[in-house]
Nanobody
Framework: VQLQASGGGSVQTGDSLRLSCAAS???????????VGWFRQGPGKEREFLAV???????YYEDSVKGRFTISRDNANNTIYLQMNSLKPEDTAVYHC????????????????WGQGTLVTVSS
């Protein structure tokens, strides 16, 4: 499965953004069976987990983003979203989506498929 994140940009503190992760595949299989997560990597930092959603709709969030970020998915359109509210300068990072057929949790290395990220810059 191929993934492509989009929707990043430059915003001010307190603003909102919605990121999209478009999934595609070479075969009939769609993204539906996969668990798809959102991650971010700030300057000089390791990639960190934010949230993941099962094809059934179950969701798991990293504690630091609970209440501010919302993950959702549209299986019919093979798209996963991350709604980010009340953005802060420390949210500045490249945001990536990743997919795993088996893992539903925060272990970044368990995600097998990655796409190009999208840059989010939050200024004060």
């Amino acid at each position: 499965v191929q993934l492509q994140a989009s929707g990043g940009g430059s915003v001010q503190t307190g603003d909102s953004l919605r990121l999209s992760c478009a999934a595609s595949g070479a075969s009939e299989r769609t993204v539906s069976p996969y668990n798809v997560g959102w991650f971010r990597q700030g300057p000089g930092k390791e990639r960190e987990f934010l949230a993941v959603i099962r094809w059934t709709g179950s969701i798991y969030y990293e504690d630091s983003v609970k209440g501010r970020f919302t993950i959702s998915r549209d299986n019919a359109n093979n798209t996963i979203y991350l709604q980010m509210n009340s953005l802060k300068p420390e949210d500045t990072a490249v945001y990536h989506c990743g997919a795993s057929y088996t893992h539903f949790g925060p272990r970044v290395r368990e995600y097998n498929y990655w796409g190009q990220g999208t840059l989010v810059t939050v200024s004060s």
